[in-house]
Each structure stands twice: as structure tokens, then as C-alpha cells.
């Protein structure tokens, strides 16, 4: 058993259960572990989620970072589309990352916010724009989860309207891309 290991049962256990379920009695119980063993890679069930969250994150962490002769506004879009396909991709993705702090992407982060700026996009309104795409595709995605588990539930109002999640997500990011273009030097 190492740290890896630990972390990818411990998704996989979030998979199966959801965010409020997992525990380290039963991620113990999973590994075939006693519960005070977990304590040797991660001291609390917050530092246990911290490294889950980071993990999740993989498949966005690893997009490619912006070249210095991609449109931005198409970069943007891409990179906001990415975040969000990768907190969909786990059961309570998005409940997994709110509130997180990114610590190993703090290099992506200032590169993207870098190519944004050279592409004439202020560096406050970059931001800006960065911390509310994340938080809209973060919201957005909490919403979408949390209504898939409302259709899962036998409690289910036959009157509620079904939302395409796509399509209001584009909408939204749209917005925030029209919004941008409008402070922008290009």
C-alpha cells in the first residue's frame, strides 16, 4: 500500500458511496486496512480529501497549456470545458473541489493567466475572468449533480422541468467571454 493508492481507492469509494459517505473507517475497511494505518499518509479526513480533490483533478491539470498563437477567446472556452468535463468525470466532483486550494498548478495557473494578459487581455480582468469561469463551471456542475441525484430519488416531483445542463453552461460562458471581450486592448 502507498499514498497512490490509498488516494485511488479512496476515489473510487467516493465513486461508489458519494462525498458524504466516505470515511477513513470505510476506506480502511475497503483497503482491508486498520483505520489508524490511513493516519501514516494522511493525518485527517481533510488532508485525505485535500489529496482526492488534487487527484480528481488530473485530467485538467494536464490539458495542454495555451500556445502564444491560440485565439484566447477559444482557449478560454476550451480550458473552462475541460474543468468542467473533469468534475463531472467523479460522483460529487464538484462538491470534492469547491473550496480547494490548488497547490501544484500554481505555475499553470500564472501561465495561462500570462498567455491571457500577451493576448491584450488586462491582467485584473483576466483575473477576474479566470475566478469567474471557475466558480460558474464549479456552481454549474454542483447544480447538474445535484439534480442527477434528484432524478435517481423515488421523491421526484412529476411537475419539475428537466434542464439541459450543456446548453445553460454555454450560455453562461458565453457571457462571461462577451463580457471579457469588452475589456480587452484586441
Not at 76 to 96: E, I, Q
Not at 104 to 115: C, E, H
Request: aromatic share 6%; glycine share 6%.
Amino acid at each position: 500500500m502507498n499514498r497512490e493508492a490509498v488516494i485511488a481507492e479512496a476515489l473510487g469509494l467516493l465513486d461508489e458511496v458519494g462525498l458524504d459517505a466516505v470515511s477513513t473507517r470505510r476506506l480502511a475497511k475497503r483497503l482491508n486496512v486498520e483505520q489508524p494505518s490511513l493516519y501514516w499518509y494522511f493525518r485527517t479526513k481533510k488532508d485525505l480529501l485535500a489529496a482526492m480533490a488534487a487527484a480528481a483533478m488530473e485530467p485538467h491539470a494536464t490539458a495542454p497549456l495555451p500556445k502564444p498563437d491560440d485565439d484566447w477567446r477559444d482557449w478560454f472556452a476550451d480550458n473552462t470545458r475541460s474543468f468542467r468535463r473533469t468534475l463531472l468525470m467523479r460522483r460529487d466532483g464538484a462538491r470534492l473541489h469547491a473550496g480547494s486550494t490548488p497547490t501544484g498548478d500554481l505555475d499553470r495557473i500564472r501561465r495561462k493567466m500570462d498567455f491571457l494578459v500577451a493576448c491584450g487581455v488586462p491582467e485584473r480582468d483576466a483575473q477576474m475572468a479566470m475566478l469567474a469561469a471557475g466558480r460558474f463551471t464549479v456552481g454549474s456542475v454542483l447544480e447538474e449533480q445535484a439534480d442527477a441525484g434528484l432524478a435517481d430519488s423515488a421523491d421526484l416531483p412529476i411537475d419539475l422541468p428537466m434542464i439541459d445542463h450543456e446548453s445553460a453552461f454555454e450560455a453562461g460562458l458565453a457571457l462571461i467571454l462577451n463580457g471579457l471581450a469588452h475589456h480587452t486592448d484586441m
